[in-house]
């Protein structure tokens, strides 16, 4: 049995856009995707604009996700949000693993996992990132550090919950730079991580999770990735900032 998956374009803000900026540009993006309907579009506000954007998209079919998430529900972790409060503030989607948050923040494997399951616990979706950088690329451990990560992170998940979540592909080395995979190196590393799946939870929960590639991704780009038979979407950082530019991202994946 064929699963048709259906992708999904998420837009990863970072630390960008006050709560009127924000405002301005959903209200901009819903005009700009409203005939679109056959691909799902998430927006990614700092914090400070979640609760305000998500009312602005009530009723859109745009979903909401938040970029970080602490694992629980409440106590004396300052500076830190909760599962809960996302939730309430409208969230569906949480980016979880960013390699920002590796980067910067000293993430490890077994906090992304901590996170995923706290999300999962609320109904919200995880948007797991894995990637490699460049160093590692070039030393030709691509898949072994994909596979410590994916694996780390699936870790205590059951099928089911592994089935929903949302994995996103996102070599480090691409991230801002302007350098994308190839689509046939974004295919390589996601099929690969489709094989991971399918050798945990069988092949299945394999075809029904979605893989996005994320790094560098433009509308020039978008739709070569998009016509490879695992990628199921991008996670989109820079050009999720302007409205023409995400919007032509999510008609690319829509084949428009």
């Avoid at 994308?180 to 190196?185: G, L, N, V, Y």
Wanted: glycine share 10%.
């Amino acid at each position: 049995m064929i699963i048709k998956r259906k992708p999904i374009i998420a837009g990863n803000w970072k630390m960008y856009k006050t709560v009127s900026q924000a405002l301005a540009f959903v209200n901009e993006l819903k005009r700009a995707v409203d005939e679109i309907k056959d691909v799902e579009v998430v927006v990614c506000p700092p914090f400070t604009a979640l609760f305000q954007v998500s009312e602005a998209l009530r009723g859109t079919g745009i979903g909401v996700g938040a970029q970080n998430v602490y694992w629980v529900d409440e106590g004396a972790f300052t500076g830190e949000i909760s599962p809960l409060m996302l939730k309430e503030a409208g969230c569906s989607y949480v980016i979880i693993g960013h390699s920002e948050r590796r980067q910067y923040f000293g993430e490890v494997d077994d906090y992304v996992n901590r996170k995923i399951k706290a999300v999962l616990a609320h109904g919200l979706t995880p948007i797991m990132c894995v990637g490699e950088r460049i160093e590692e690329r070039e030393s030709g451990i691509t898949e072994k550090i994909i596979k410590t990560q994916t694996e780390a992170g699936l870790a205590g998940l059951v099928a089911d919950q592994a089935a929903g979540l949302v994995i996103a592909y996102e070599p480090v080395w691409a991230i801002g730079t302007g350098k994308t995979a190839s689509d046939a190196d974004a295919q390589q590393v996601i099929g690969f991580i489709r094989k991971l799946v399918s050798d945990l939870y069988g092949a299945d929960v394999a075809a029904k999770v979605r893989i996005q590639y994320g790094g560098s991704v433009k509308p020039q780009n978008a739709a070569g990735l998009m016509a490879q038979p695992d990628i199921d979407g991008a996670l989109v950082g820079g050009a999720s900032l302007d409205v023409d530019s995400f919007s032509g991202i999510v008609k690319a994946a829509a084949g428009v």
